[in-house]
């Protein structure tokens, strides 16, 4: 379980901000960030993996050096012309390393 302080709850947070305290599994924190856009959801999850530096590194490890994440929610949806931070191609996320898991 993943358990937040109270202050984490930021806003576009439908789903964790009813969970801080008692906190959510990270099937439920993954569900809450995919289907329902919940921001606080997103971080939690980032902050379990090192944040976004780890998970770009971990993705280019796997092979797609493509994709980057630079911010946290909800900073990383802001979008300037010509920015390619928090970027990806839709390529990117169809190859098969991404697709069928790490390599063995």
Same mark, same amino acid.
């Given at each position: 379980? +993943?358990? %937040? !302080?109270?202050?984490?709850? $930021?806003?576009?947070?439908?789903?964790?901000?009813?969970? +801080? &305290?008692? %906190?959510?599994t990270?099937?439920?924190?993954?569900?809450?960030?995919?289907?329902?856009?919940?921001?606080?959801?997103?971080?939690?999850?980032?902050? *379990?993996? %090192? $944040?976004?530096k780890?998970? *770009?590194?971990? +993705?280019? /490890? @796997? $092979?797609?050096?493509? &994709?980057?994440?630079?911010?946290?929610?909800?900073?990383? /949806?802001?979008?300037?012309? /010509?920015?390619?931070? !928090? &970027? *990806? @191609?839709?390529?990117?996320?169809?190859?098969?390393?991404?697709?069928a $898991?790490?390599?063995?």
């Open positions: 379980m +993943l358990r %937040g !302080d109270g202050r984490d709850a $930021g806003e576009d947070s439908p789903v964790t901000e009813k969970h +801080l &305290t008692d %906190g959510m990270v099937r439920e924190l993954c569900s809450a960030a995919i289907t329902m856009s919940d921001n606080t959801a997103a971080n939690l999850l980032l902050t *379990t993996i %090192g $944040g976004p780890e998970l *770009t590194a971990f +993705l280019h /490890n @796997m $092979g797609d050096h493509v &994709t980057r994440l630079d911010r946290w929610e909800p900073e990383l /949806n802001e979008a300037i012309p /010509n920015d390619e931070r !928090d &970027t *990806t @191609m839709p390529a990117a996320m169809a190859e098969p390393p991404l697709t $898991g790490p390599p063995s």
